[in-house]
């Protein structure tokens, strides 16, 4: 079901017109939803420091997490504390928790864990993001949510937009029928719109994800990604377009047999065993599900985000400027 609706939002795929009007139905539930915290009639509730969104318009992965990552990367850096709140997708907790580096991804989700391991600021999960903010709150200055964009109830200062460059909204039909959460005219409302990989559009940030090491599941060594250049390996990803991951494997020289799963999908045992001794390959999502699976030959993609040093602090003075008011 989940391949064909890919190719009826963006391959051009026939059918898919009986889902027309479930989405015309969508549409005016997110109308009359964004209309009520507009006018007041839902109550956002704002909390006591800064909240930053960055999420997006289309279901799926467009590369938000890398650029939270670099966020919180850039203004630490600049002596700004940071938290890290998110929905915990894929975990089984409603919260609010607090997230570490050993917490179960199936309780907290792949991408919190993930982000708490990669960046060591303080990560909280909860289906009521407001929520997740409140219990952060009191010890940081600023809290960027990963994802969030249509979660009203929590007020925000600035709203970030995550576009796949590539793929951008595919058909631009609202769900059931097209991928988009909101129509593209919520582009006008928000702060910035960061174009991931393919060519941004005026007044968009362009945005790179940069391939780095590769890392062993097993001890954490790292090799270079050119070391298996020429390789046929095989490549896991859980995530919202694998299609990236392979295609940033192949443009450095790898031969990747492509096992593409759901997005936030647990991987088992026996999704990494293939008999023939090949390495196995996976991204850093699906690597913190599998920490217990840990064997030689599984390695996992090391991916940062890159923006020019113009687009980079231009973002960045935007949201210091939350900060010291």
Not at 109 to 132: F, K, W
Not at 194 to 215: Q, W, Y
Not at 269 to 287: I, R, W
């Amino acid at each position: 079901m989940q391949n064909w609706l890919e190719r009826v939002w963006y391959g051009g795929g026939r059918g898919g017109a009986w889902l027309r009007p479930l989405a015309l139905l969508y549409r005016g539930v997110t109308a009359i939803r964004h209309a009520g915290y507009a006018s007041g009639l839902f109550r956002s509730i704002r909390i006591d420091c800064p909240v930053v969104i960055v999420g997006n318009l289309s279901v799926g992965g467009s590369g938000k997490t890398p650029l939270v990552a670099w966020l919180v990367d850039a203004l630490t850096s600049r002596d700004i504390r940071v938290g890290i709140i998110s929905r915990g997708y894929g975990g089984s907790a409603r919260g609010p928790l607090r997230v570490n580096p050993d917490t179960d991804p199936a309780l907290a989700g792949d991408e919190p864990v993930l982000l708490a391991t990669q960046t060591g600021v303080p990560v909280a999960i909860a289906r009521d993001r407001v929520a997740a903010a409140e219990l952060l709150a009191g010890e940081v200055d600023l809290l960027i949510a990963d994802d969030g964009l249509q979660h009203y109830r929590l007020a925000r200062d600035l709203e970030i937009v995550v576009i796949d460059g590539v793929r951008r909204f595919g058909n631009a039909r609202l769900l059931p029928a097209g991928p988009l959460r909101e129509p593209t005219s919520r582009l006008r409302d928000v702060d910035f719109v960061v174009t991931n990989g393919g060519r941004a559009r005026a007044g968009e940030i362009s945005m790179t994800l940069v391939p780095g090491a590769l890392i062993a599941l097993e001890g954490g060594e790292r090799k270079a990604l050119g070391e298996f250049a020429g390789q046929r390996v095989h490549a896991i990803a859980a995530i919202g377009n694998p299609g990236r991951f392979f295609a940033a494997l192949r443009a450095a020289g790898l031969d990747p047999i492509e096992h593409p799963l759901s997005d936030h999908a647990p991987v088992g045992a026996g999704d990494l065993e293939f008999g023939d001794g090949l390495p196995v390959l996976m991204t850093g999502k699906d690597a913190v599900k599998c920490r217990a699976l840990a064997r030689p030959g599984l390695y996992w993609l090391e991916v940062t985000a890159a923006l020019s040093a113009s687009d980079g602090e231009r973002l960045l003075a935007r949201i210091r400027a939350l900060v010291r008011d």
